[in-house]
């Protein structure tokens, strides 16, 4: 048995080198189809995923569309609104202010003489 086994050894170990080598070039050939095939079937899951949220997307703006425009108009409204309550009271502040105006420029001529008198007091006082 031993003869047999040492006779047989080079052709087992020659046999067994090359399925080695096969198994090796089977590994090599096959990770290429997996390659491909793990990176077309991610491109394609990722392309998919991507239509979907674009068409949830799409549907999310026709959704909003009334209420964006809603939300659009609201201050404007509320700027008129605003403008129409605070002209009335812009109109009473000029009119009033005018009118305070003209008081003082009326009332303040007596008073005014009076300071030219007493302009010559203020001298003295600055002298001192």
Do not use: C, W
Not at 36 to 56: I, M, P
Not at 96 to 109: V, Y
């Amino acid at each position: 048995m031993t003869s047999v086994q040492s006779h047989l050894k080079p052709y087992v170990e020659e046999i067994r080198g090359d399925i080695e080598e096969q198994v090796e070039q089977l590994k090599k050939d096959v990770a290429l189809y997996t390659e491909t095939l793990n990176s077309e079937v991610l491109r394609s899951t990722l392309v998919q995923e991507a239509e979907e949220l674009k068409a949830k997307l799409e549907r999310s703006l026709v959704e909003m569309g009334p209420q964006t425009e809603e939300l659009k108009q609201k201050p404007d409204q509320h700027f008129l609104e605003f403008q129409m309550s605070m002209s009335p009271l812009a109109q009473s502040f000029q009119s009033q202010l005018a009118q305070r105006s003209q008081e003082l420029q009326k009332n303040l001529p007596p008073y005014s003489e009076e300071l030219s008198k007493l302009d010559p007091y203020a001298q003295d006082l600055k002298v001192l």
